[in-house]
């Protein structure tokens, strides 16, 4: 059975073409690997970015966990498709992928 708040995840995830679920917010992460992840979407070109401070909003945390059955955060959709974390997104940057996949439609 799913949490009843996976809806909420699903709607902020189709909110923006990138969405960030971290420690903290963009402007003002609270982890290194949140930080680090939101470094990357921006060098990769990413200026309209939706986050959630799981921090600030356990249950989403959890509905969040349910929905992607990944225990850590961040948590980065593109284009409502869930990508994975920081390194996940480090590696596809590196490598010119997360760039392809940002300018796709």
Do not use: N
Request: a negative charge.
């Amino acid at each position: 059975m799913s949490h009843p708040l996976t809806s909420k995840v699903e709607e902020i995830v189709k909110s923006a073409p990138v969405a960030i679920f971290m420690k903290g917010t963009p402007d003002f992460p609270q982890c290194g690997f949140s930080a680090r992840a939101v470094q990357v979407l921006r060098a990769a070109g990413v200026s309209k970015l939706a986050s959630v401070d799981v921090l600030s909003d356990d249950p989403l945390w959890e509905a969040l966990e349910d929905f992607t059955q990944w225990p850590t955060v961040p948590q980065i959709f593109i284009h409502g498709k869930f990508i994975g974390g920081s390194d996940i997104v480090m590696e596809m940057y590196e490598r010119g992928e997360l760039q392809t996949m940002l300018s796709a439609q």
